[in-house]
Structure formats: structure tokens, C-alpha cells
């Protein structure tokens, strides 16, 4: 089974310009989430997709954070403009949830400097 | 608000011995707890998970116990193996806010052991 795929895997950008992260969920998997990690912290939860509907984004910077997920599969992340607080890896996840809570898969992640 | 909290920040043992590492969680409505285990440079890895109507759960190596009335879970590793040095993530699921499945991860702690 193939697992959940990311990227780019690392993106260097200057501040204020924009930048795009995407995500392929583990197929069949109808729960897709966005993570932000900052350097020291824990995974904290950017959006939470369930098919093609957003869940919870409670926690995303809409001022300036957009995400997306078309036909319930893949998922785009945006960042316009970044600053330089967003610098961190971003995290994908999906997860079944079929018979349930169950475990959430992860991407390896894309590291993000902003400069 | 940190809703999910591992005050342990890091723990260094002794290859053989156990280890135990704590999280404590304040939201009651928390219903599904699991422990990622995180190296360097990856995404997070499942490693083990418990409902809220059991108090124990093991896995070869590996023991979560959950304590609901003091809001508190434990993962114990015994014995511990060099391989096993990784930061090891607390994570608890709810269903509210129309989200189901919904992740809140703690800060993190180091575990370290010695050959």
C-alpha cells in the first residue's frame, strides 16, 4: 500500500512571496489533514478535510493560508504571503475512519524557510 | 490552549531498562489517545493507540495505560533499544464541531537511549 505523498520535500522562499505544498492521501482514505510543526512543538492542526469538505480550519491563518481538496483526493496547500513565522515543516495526513477514530497516516513532510 | 500536554520535554535511559513517558490531556471529551514516534527528518509514525473504554494496551514492546479519571497515559517501552531514540508524540482524538477523528497533538518528548 502505498503511503501518504508530499511535496516538494524542502522550499526556501523570501518573505512575502507565495508558495504551494501537495499532498496524495493513502487511497480510499476520506479524512485528509494539513499540519503545521514548528521547530520545538508538536503537530499543530492547520484544516481537517472529510472527502472534499472542509471539517475544521478553526486554526488556519485565512488571512493568508488557503488549502484545498479537489475531487476528495489530493490537496493543495497555500501560503500568500509568508512570512517569516511560517517557517516550518508541513505535515499531510489522512486517515479511514470507516468503523470509526483510527490511527492517521503521515507524509514525510515539506521543510519551509522563509527568508 | 494546550489541550494535550507532555511535560517532559526529554528522557534518557539505559539500553534494557524501560521507559516510560507521560502525557496528560484536559479535554474530557477526548475519546481516542495514540503515541507517534518521530525521527528526524520524517513524518510521524504510528506506533500504538488506546480507546477510552479500555485502561491498557499492548504491543509487543510496547504498553499505553490510561488513566480517564486523572486524565493521564502513559506509554511504557520494555525493554528500551538504542532504535527506540526518537521524539515520541501523544495525540488524542474527539468527535465535536462536526469533525470526526480529530487529532490535538502534544509538544513532543526526546527519548534517548544508551547503548
Known amino acids: 500500500e502505498a503511503g501518504v505523498a508530499q511535496s516538494p520535500r524542502y522550499k526556501i522562499i523570501e518573505k512575502r512571496q507565495s508558495v504551494a505544498f501537495w499532498c496524495n492521501p493513502i487511497?480510499?482514505?476520506?479524512?485528509l489533514y494539513w499540519y503545521q510543526q514548528i521547530l520545538g512543538q508538536g503537530p499543530k492542526l492547520l484544516i481537517q478535510f472529510q472527502n472534499n469538505g472542509v471539517v475544521d480550519d478553526s486554526q488556519l491563518p485565512k488571512d493568508r493560508f488557503s488549502a484545498e481538496r479537489l475531487k476528495g483526493v489530493d490537496s493543495t496547500l497555500k501560503i500568500q504571503p509568508a512570512k517569516l513565522e511560517d517557517s516550518a515543516v508541513y505535515l499531510c495526513?489522512?486517515?479511514?475512519?470507516?468503523?470509526?477514530?483510527?490511527?492517521?497516516?503521515f507524509g514525510q513532510g515539506t521543510r519551509l524557510t522563509v527568508v | 490552549d494546550q489541550q494535550v500536554k507532555q511535560n517532559s520535554p526529554s528522557l534518557s535511559v539505559q539500553e534494557g531498562r524501560i521507559s516510560i513517558l507521560n502525557c496528560d490531556y484536559t479535554?474530557?471529551?477526548?475519546?481516542?489517545f495514540l503515541w507517534y514516534k518521530k525521527y528526524p527528518a520524517e513524518g510521524p509514525t504510528f506506533l500504538i493507540s488506546?480507546?477510552?473504554?479500555?485502561d491498557k494496551n499492548e504491543d509487543g514492546r510496547f504498553t499505553v495505560f490510561l488513566n480517564k479519571s486523572a486524565k493521564h497515559l502513559s506509554l511504557h517501552i520494555v525493554p528500551s533499544q538504542p532504535g527506540d531514540s526518537a521524539v515520541y508524540f501523544c495525540a488524542a482524538s474527539a468527535e465535536y464541531g462536526g469533525a470526526t477523528n480529530k487529532l490535538i497533538f502534544g509538544t513532543g518528548t526526546l527519548l534517548a537511549v544508551q547503548p
Open positions: 488506546i480507546s477510552s473504554i479500555k
Open positions: 487511497s480510499g482514505h476520506a479524512t
Open positions: 495526513a489522512s486517515s479511514s475512519n470507516l468503523l470509526g477514530p483510527t490511527e492517521a497516516f
Open positions: 479535554n474530557s471529551m477526548f475519546d481516542y
